[in-house]
C-alpha cells in the first residue's frame, strides 16, 4: 500500500533530482471524504395499563343436588353396563346419586379471582436512529513538473 509520506517523498525527489531546470516543484495533497448514514442503535421502554388479577382464598359451599344428579347419571350408566339391564341401572343410579350427593356437598376450598388491580407493564425495546458521519474516502498528490500537472489518488 501506498502512503502519503511515499507520494510526498517522490514528488520532493523529482523536484530535487531536477536542479538543471532550476523549476520549483510544488505538490499538495488533498483528503477526500463522504457522507455516510450509519443506524446507531438505542433502548427505551414501552409501556401500557393492564389489568392484574388478584387472587384470593375462599371457601365454596358444595351443591348435594348437582352432585346427586351428576351420580346418578354416571350411575345409571355403570349400573345399564355392568348388568345389561334396566334393574342393574336403576341400582347404579341410587347408588351414584348417593356418592355424589355425599361427596358434592362438602365445601370447597380453591384460589379465585377476587378481582383487578391497574398496573404498568414495561418492555425494553431497541430502536435505531439515522446519524450522519464524514468520513475519510481517499486522498490526492497533485504536481507540477516541466510545465506538466500529475495527480494520483491513494488511500492513507
Request: glycine share 12%.
Given at each position: 500500500?501506498?502512503?502519503k509520506?511515499?507520494?510526498?517523498?517522490?514528488?520532493?525527489t523529482?523536484?530535487i533530482?531536477?536542479?538543471?531546470?532550476?523549476?520549483t516543484?510544488?505538490?499538495?495533497?488533498?483528503?477526500?471524504y463522504?457522507v455516510?448514514y450509519?443506524?446507531v442503535?438505542?433502548t427505551?421502554?414501552?409501556?401500557?395499563?393492564v389489568?392484574?388479577?388478584?387472587?384470593?382464598?375462599s371457601?365454596k359451599?358444595?351443591?348435594?343436588?348437582?352432585g346427586a344428579l351428576?351420580?346418578m347419571?354416571?350411575?345409571?350408566?355403570?349400573g345399564k353396563g355392568v348388568?345389561g339391564?334396566?334393574?342393574g341401572?336403576?341400582?347404579g343410579?341410587?347408588?351414584?346419586?348417593?356418592?355424589g350427593a355425599?361427596?358434592?356437598?362438602?365445601p370447597r376450598r380453591?384460589r379465585?379471582?377476587?378481582?383487578y388491580e391497574?398496573v404498568?407493564?414495561?418492555?425494553?425495546v431497541?430502536?435505531y436512529k439515522?446519524?450522519?458521519?464524514?468520513?475519510?474516502d481517499?486522498s490526492?498528490?497533485?504536481?507540477?513538473?516541466?510545465?506538466?500537472t500529475?495527480?494520483e489518488t491513494?488511500?492513507?
Amino acid at each position: 500500500m501506498i502512503t502519503k509520506a511515499t507520494y510526498v517523498c517522490a514528488a520532493l525527489t523529482i523536484a530535487i533530482a531536477s536542479p538543471a531546470f532550476a523549476e520549483t516543484v510544488n505538490a499538495k495533497i488533498e483528503d477526500r471524504y463522504e457522507v455516510r448514514y450509519i443506524d446507531v442503535p438505542y433502548t427505551t421502554q414501552d409501556c401500557v395499563m393492564v389489568d392484574k388479577p388478584i387472587y384470593g382464598n375462599s371457601l365454596k359451599e358444595g351443591n348435594a343436588a348437582e352432585g346427586a344428579l351428576l351420580g346418578m347419571l354416571l350411575g345409571g350408566l355403570a349400573g345399564k353396563g355392568v348388568t345389561g339391564d334396566d334393574g342393574g341401572a336403576a341400582a347404579g343410579a341410587v347408588i351414584g346419586g348417593i356418592i355424589g350427593a355425599d361427596r358434592a356437598s362438602k365445601p370447597r376450598r380453591g384460589r379465585h379471582i377476587i378481582g383487578y388491580e391497574t398496573v404498568r407493564d414495561c418492555t425494553k425495546v431497541t430502536r435505531y436512529k439515522q446519524e450522519k458521519q464524514t468520513v475519510y474516502d481517499y486522498s490526492i498528490i497533485s504536481w507540477t513538473q516541466n510545465g506538466t500537472t500529475y495527480s494520483e489518488t491513494f488511500k492513507k
